[in-house]
């Protein structure tokens, strides 16, 4: 079974700070990994994605994330947080699953902006 | 030029009843997904189709009945609705081996 932990419900920075949004995982096969963001009453984008290639994975609106098999992490960051990035941010893994690409969800991140 | 999407928005209807949510993609791909979220935002897949074919059905109550007439669309059916159906329903896409799926806007149903 596959199953990604995101540490901290709540995430808040400052306009310009550093962000940075933690994902865990475990899976038993190598695991494809992704950050979907969710804006307030809308679907989900995806931000990026790593599918075994390159380790270091850059994605849309400045937002990057580093595969590190040793620490089964996936961190999502971004240099300079913008007002626009206040969101939920949702960590996900995939796994072979006869068929369809099962996502299994990691409980959320809330990334509040404060000026 | 919507990729993913679905009606209605919002449903708010009584316990006992029945409602469908339709969904729509114009990617062409050939997998459809459900996903429900709850209060707590938390994202749990329902069920995948693959050209019309049920691939995952992730233990749901038999009062959900997915049904796929195309490639291009999957319908959400929901028996004798429950309060704890309340949710967000998500439908998403993907081609094939692809392992990027794209999601609809949501549809946000209150069992009253």
């Known amino acids: 079974a596959q199953s990604v932990t995101q540490l901290g419900s709540h995430v808040s920075v400052s306009e310009g700070a550093l962000v940075l949004l933690r994902c865990n995982y475990s899976?038993?096969?190598?695991?494809?990994l992704f950050w979907y963001v969710q804006y307030p009453n809308q679907g989900l984008q995806l931000l990026l994605k790593?599918?075994?290639?390159?380790?270091l994975v850059k994605g849309i609106n400045g937002f990057e994330a580093e595969f590190k098999k040793s620490e089964t992490s996936f961190h999502l960051t971004k240099p300079s947080a913008h007002m626009s990035d206040a969101a939920e941010y949702f960590c996900a893994v995939s796994g072979p699953s006869r068929g369809g690409n099962k996502l299994t969800f990691g409980t959320g991140t809330q990334l509040k902006v404060e000026l | 030029d919507t990729a993913v999407s679905q009606t209605p928005k919002y449903l708010v209807t009584q316990m006992g009843n029945d409602k469908s949510i339709k969904c729509e993609q114009n990617l062409g791909h050939d997998t459809m997904y459900w996903y429900k979220q709850d209060s707590k935002k938390f994202l749990k897949i329902m069920f995948s189709?693959?050209?019309?074919?049920?691939?995952i059905n992730e233990t749901v109550p038999n009062r959900f009945s997915p049904k796929s007439p195309d490639k291009a669309h999957l319908n959400l059916h929901i028996n004798s609705l429950e309060l704890g159906d309340s949710a967000v329903y998500f439908c998403?896409?993907?081609?094939?081996?692809?392992?990027?799926?794209?999601f609809g806007p949501g549809t946000r149903l209150t069992v009253t």
């Open positions: 189709y693959n050209n019309k074919e049920l691939i």
């Open positions: 790593y599918t075994s290639a390159a380790t």
């Open positions: 899976s038993s096969v190598p695991p494809y």
């Open positions: 998403a896409s993907s081609q094939g081996g692809s392992w990027e799926q794209y």
